[in-house]
């Protein structure tokens, strides 16, 4: 004769059901408000606003660095720290590449990253970026000029540009000015960590809200509550289906 | 069940390699759009009025002060980028006669949205105009998931067909 399954106490599901929520109710309040406000980062404008509080960036390993290094031309430092290329400390762009140096010609600022050349006014404004060069002469090494032109160093060889930056013609290595690696002055490093850049406020929401923001800790702590939100959905459903059937 | 697991992290990590990279040099998509015979490149500059229009159709100021292009008789190649999300896609477009001949994406540097590469996306754009009104002249799905890449390759092939109509007249082509 088949044993009859036993039921569950309605006692030991409104024990756990009660419990459960009490014990999740923080993290789940956390993760609502999160939620709600990561659907809506680019209406309230989080993705374009960066963090500049210490304790946050910290968090994320970004330190102010004891020496950034940078290319000076004239009176202007360009440098690249956290994926970001800076002039002075105006972002112009982002560039997951190294910058390699930075040089004047009779037109025009050139900065080179390892796999582009960009043009820029005087101001650190793009005029273009080139990357042209990439396939056919390799990584880029270094930046130059020769009479004025542009001459880049890379895994092939020397290359001198023309005044367009259109054609580009092997070259003997002497007589080039290259550009030279300097570090740039503590008070403009200061300040480009001060304006931040590199953390939106959106990444930090999609930190908290995943619980990476406390590395593997958090995730197991949102993994959990999950799990615990889950059984008190199914908790929760099965006392409502136990009452109505009385 | 693990058998399962296994196959599923084996398919997102195919999914994710495929993601990034740069899937034709620029050097390379000229070469066989113009045959190896690659035209020297002229300049149009985002100033005046092309500046206005540009930012119209890009719905922000274009990212650099001029954009190169490559022509031989009523054809021109553009290599242009724009943001999807957070980082440049890349793209090579070719216009003949006004009408847009290939759309490729060339680099993709962003973490999602790279179907924005495959043929069956790409291939939407073949044979699109400007309309009068100066809008693109097809309609072009988009892929659920993958949103702003299209949009940003939709922005591209509407601008480079206004930029072909611009350089199509002070060429005299």
């Known amino acids: 004769m088949a044993t009859k399954p036993k039921k569950i106490p309605m006692r030991f599901l409104l024990w756990w059901h009660r419990h459960i929520g009490l014990t999740v109710a923080i993290v789940a309040i956390h993760l609502s408000i999160t939620g709600i406000l990561l659907n809506h980062t680019s209406d309230i404008g989080l993705d374009k606003a960066y963090i500049n509080i210490s304790t946050v960036l910290n968090l994320y390993d970004i330190k102010l660095p004891e020496q950034l290094p940078g290319y000076k031309i004239e009176n202007n430092w360009l440098s690249h720290w956290n994926d970001v290329i800076y002039f002075n400390d105006q972002v112009i762009a982002n560039s997951m590449q190294p910058l390699r140096g930075a040089v004047i010609t009779a037109h025009f600022y050139a900065l080179a990253t390892s796999e582009e050349i960009w043009l820029l006014t005087i101001d650190g404004e793009i005029i273009e970026k080139l990357s042209a060069p990439g396939e056919k002469l390799g990584d880029i090494i270094s930046i130059g000029t020769q009479d004025n032109n542009v001459t880049i160093n890379t895994e092939q060889g020397v290359f001198k540009a023309d005044n367009d930056l259109i054609a580009w013609q092997p070259v003997e290595a002497d007589s080039i000015n290259w550009s030279k690696q300097a570090y740039v002055p503590k008070e403009l490093t200061e300040l480009l960590f001060a304006e931040g850049h590199s953390i939106s406020w959106e990444r930090l929401l999609l930190d908290l809200h995943s619980g990476r923001i406390a590395t593997r800790a958090g995730t197991l702590l949102v993994d959990l509550a999950g799990v615990a939100l889950l059984l008190l959905a199914i908790t929760g459903f099965t006392i409502w289906f136990k009452r109505r059937k009385k | ?173």
């Open chain 2, 1 to 173: 069940m693990f058998k399962y697991i296994f196959v599923l992290i084996l398919l997102s990590s195919t999914s994710v390699l495929q993601a990034r990279g740069v899937y034709q040099h620029p050097d390379a998509f000229l070469d066989d759009v113009f045959n190896g015979e690659v035209p020297k490149p002229k300049f149009v500059w985002f100033t005046g009025e092309t500046g206005k229009k540009a930012t119209s159709i890009l719905k922000h100021k274009p990212a650099s002060l001029r954009t190169r292009y490559w022509s031989k008789g009523k054809r021109s190649a553009w290599i242009l980028e724009e943001i999807g999300k957070e980082k440049f896609i890349t793209t090579g477009i070719v216009i003949n006669d006004n009408q847009i001949e290939k759309v490729k994406v060339l680099i993709f540097r962003e973490s999602r949205g790279w179907e924005i590469k495959r043929n069956e996306f790409t291939q939407q754009f073949t044979n699109a105009t400007l309309t009068s009104e100066g809008n693109l002249s097809k309609r072009i799905d988009g892929i659920s998931g993958a949103t702003l890449s299209v949009k940003a390759v939709t922005r591209l092939s509407h601008l480079a067909l206004y930029l072909h109509s611009i350089v199509v007249k002070s060429d005299g082509n």
